[in-house]
């Protein structure tokens, strides 16, 4: 068995411009876009992208409202505590607490 010969540099110059006029032939010998296919495809792109963005003027939209009745349920909130009188006093919150505190505890000593 011959041992390995190392190609020279005008081997591996020929080597690559044969790739590469194989690689230009095989370009050329792809045939011609249909013009009719890409028309409609550029069609069903366009009608693609007009979807979207319908979805997403819509969502956007949406998103406007949302925030619209939030800030609007927000304001007569505070409109109604403002009626409602004064918060609760520092004592008022700690009995409130104490008395969740206690049930949390009734109701694990049940189990």
């Known amino acids: 068995m011959p ?5 020279t540099f005008q081997e591996r110059a020929a080597l690559s411009a044969k ?8 370009l050329r010998a792809k045939p011609p876009v249909d013009e009719a296919a890409l ?8 009608a693609r992208e007009a979807a979207q963005a319908k979805a997403r003027e819509e969502k956007r939209a ?6 619209a009745t939030r800030k609007a349920r927000a304001s007569e909130k505070a409109a109604q505590q403002e009626t409602e009188g004064p918060a609760m006093t520092e004592a008022e919150r ?7 505190y206690a049930a949390r505890k009734a109701r694990v000593a049940k189990r």
């Open 94 to 100: 700690k009995a409130a607490r104490d008395a969740r």
């Open 19 to 26: 790739a590469k006029q194989a690689a230009l032939d095989k």
């Open 3 to 7: 041992s390995f010969k190392q190609p």
């Open 39 to 46: 028309a409609e495809r550029q069609a069903v792109r366009v």
């Open 62 to 67: 949406a998103l406007e409202l949302e925030k």
